[in-house]
């Protein structure tokens, strides 16, 4: 069967790392939404905890989705590991810092782009082994399944920022603007720094301000 070619592998290895990074950004939006949402002391049986919950839950699928991905990837090639519990620290405020660390590996120090964008391509992954682990049909269907998830995260996204009454700008606003206060508060220098203005400009942004259209 036919084998990848190199384009397509970084194409997959960019994707990939891009919807960690969204996730991340959503996992970001919902913690402080539940947040606010806790402290209007609303009761339960409002609609905009209903749609906080099916936003959670997604965040929650996708988030193990990508980790069943990311274990092919390490076992048949090679690709450098997660940990392997990093699908628990979603939803839970005290963990979000084990999360960025992994974000933090997949940005670029030096520009707003995920490793590997740029006309010195930096790839993390081993291409030559992934070349040979997988054939160009199975890097297609992970390249449409992201995509794939990425659409729905986008719309599910929307529904729930209208269901609660939050502007998309207003969203982007709360990852900011909380990403002020911890780095404000924060004792172990450089784990924030920048990275969530870098998470709202390729995560946040690109899903809540593209495609709107289609979210409706």
Do not use: C
């Amino acid at each position: 069967m036919a084998k990848p070619t190199t384009a397509q592998v970084r194409a997959l290895e960019i994707a990939h790392k891009e919807q960690y990074i969204r996730l991340v950004a959503s996992n970001r939006l919902w913690i402080q939404l539940f947040t606010k949402l806790y402290n209007s002391k609303l009761p339960k049986t409002d609609k905009k905890w209903a749609a906080l919950y099916d936003f959670g839950r997604l965040i929650a699928k996708q988030a193990g989705s990508w980790y069943v991905r990311q274990k092919s990837f390490e076992s048949k090639a090679g690709v450098p590991a997660v940990r392997a519990d990093i699908v628990k620290y979603f939803l839970i405020p005290k963990e979000e810092k084990k999360l960025i660390t992994v974000a933090n590996s997949y940005l670029d120090p030096n520009k707003e782009t995920i490793k590997g964008i740029g006309i010195i391509p930096l790839i993390v992954w081993g291409v030559v082994a992934l070349v040979v682990a997988f054939t160009a049909i199975q890097i297609t269907d992970e390249l449409n399944t992201t995509a794939e998830e990425k659409q729905e995260l986008m719309v599910q996204t929307q529904k729930t920022l209208k269901e609660l009454n939050v502007t998309g700008t207003e969203a982007a606003n709360i990852i900011t603007n909380t990403q002020a206060e911890a780095s404000a508060n924060e004792t172990s220098s450089g784990l924030f720094d920048g990275i969530f203005p870098k998470l709202a400009l390729l995560g946040v942004a690109a899903y809540f301000f593209m495609n709107k259209s289609k979210a409706n």
